[in-house]
Every structure is written in C-alpha cells, then in structure tokens.
C-alpha cells in the first residue's frame, strides 16, 4: 500500500482496527492512520489524535494528541471540535 491513496491507507487502518480479512492489529491500524494524517486528511488526524488520547494502538500523548486534534480542527472537521471540547 507504499503509494497508495488516503482513502486506501485509511481503509487498511480499518481493517487493522477491526480485524476484517485480516489479524487484529491496533498498533497497524494506529500507522496506517498517522500516514494518512501525513497527507493532512482530517479524519486520519482525528483517528491519530483519539487514539493517542487513549493509547489504542500507541503510546498514550496527550500533548501531541490536542496538536493533532488541532489541527484536524483548524481544518474544519467537527468531530475534531467536538473532542477538543472534551479535553
């Protein structure tokens, strides 16, 4: 999936979530959404931000979780907003 699009990448990081068609993998899914939040998709960074928020999938940083989420915000992506607004 090197190449591949967001949306592939975001997909493969469901999948991972989930365990569809593939094992299980929390940390996998959390890699495929951070390179998708690299391509600064606001869903991916949301995903990035949530999950460093809670430690699925990686360690737990709620620093770098509220830049992400941020920046996910900034970008106009609600649910973003709506987290922020929690912390």
Known sequence: A????????????????????????KEKAFLWYQRAAEKEDTEALYE?????LTGNGTSKNKQKAR??????????????LD???KL
């Open 67 to 80: 830049e992400v989420l941020v920046q996910a915000a900034g970008m106009g992506y609600k649910p973003a």
């Open 2 to 25: 090197e190449g591949s699009s967001v949306n592939g990448m975001k997909g493969l990081a469901w999948l991972y979530d989930h365990g569809v068609a593939v094992d299980q993998n």
């Open 83 to 85: 987290q922020l607004d």
């Open 48 to 52: 990035v931000g949530v999950r460093m």
